[in-house]
């Protein structure tokens, strides 16, 4: 995509201190709307995702590429005072700080909200940890898993007499890093009037907390603890997946209209009139009859047979696809959520694309993750360091050039 494209954000520095999912969701979501993020990896190592080999391009973990696309990377040994200092430099000079750090560990290495806000008053500090900086768990770590189960939502997942079951995908990190990236542009919105950063708190156990809104819905109208119910939804009926010929697709009959002219294309017109089926809460009070009448008649078609019929309807369905037919899809595509990049070690490689579009300042995906340090010696040199200080800082092992 070309260079020229000027995201809402351009303008704003970003330095993001983080690792693996829920901090560089943030910075990610940051840089794609044109921030410029400059992303700090400790030494040795870099970010812990750099070392899922197992899932590599070309010797490049892939799943590092995935999360740090339109970021430029530093590389820092911050247990040194000189790797210390170089930050502190940064910071004294950015608009915004992204880290995801256990509570209380920055703060040990001078680096807490206390101190970088006497260093730089107009700096957004967001910090993105387990359970948040305040309560009696705030001194815990987090991972996604812990958080799905904290939440609630694993007792909801899956099918019911099931296994708890996990969200396939790590929802409580990417949404604690949508919400991260939420507060940072609220809290910028608020220093265009004060001229004052703030801090930023937010976390897994919120981000997924935050997911559960029909389930605590539920339980405060009936002070029942809802289940898993599969595919299906809690409180509306059709609304799940449903077997096929050769498959499965989603089919959405939620209200009135959408649920008669179901029963047409299904050729179960009899339905309507059903006592069992005639509104919605008779539909969910009789879910399972339900779902099994409707299956018995998806079964005896293709999917794609199906899928015609119910658009031509005006029904809402969709196919079921696999991550490999997501990114081949037409309109996943057309709305550029699969994009290519250079990557300077990988060749040629695919990301998934910004999924907020504008229409005056759009976002951009503009370059690959950066290789560890490779932009060190260039953003040093912007911060005034010179080429013998930046020698002299490497041979220190304070940090590494690419």
Known sequence: MSQAIKGPLEGIQVVEMAQIMAGPTCGQLLADLGADVIKVEKLPGGDDSRSYRQHTIHGESAPFMMMNRNKRGIAVNLKTAGGVEVVKRLLARADVLVENHRAGTLDKLGLGFDVLRALNPRLVYCAITGYGRTGPDADKGGFDLIAQGVSGLMSVTGQPGGEPVKAGSPVADINAGILGALGVVSALLRRATTGEGQLVDTSLMEAAVHQTFWQVALYLSTGVDPGPSGSSHILTAPYQAFPTQDGWINIGGANQANWERLTAV??????????RFKTNADRMTNKPALAELIAARTRTRASADWLAALEAAGVP???????????????VRARQMVVELDHPQAGRVRALGL??????????VRSAAPLLGQHTRAVLRSLDYSDAQIDALERAGAVACG
């Open 266 to 275: 299904l050729g179960l017109p009899e339905l309507v009139a059903d006592p």
């Open 317 to 331: 369905a969709g196919p079921i696809n696999r991550i490999s037919q997501m990114m081949a899809d037409p309109q």
């Open 355 to 364: 999924p907020i579009k504008f229409s005056d300042s759009p976002g951009s």
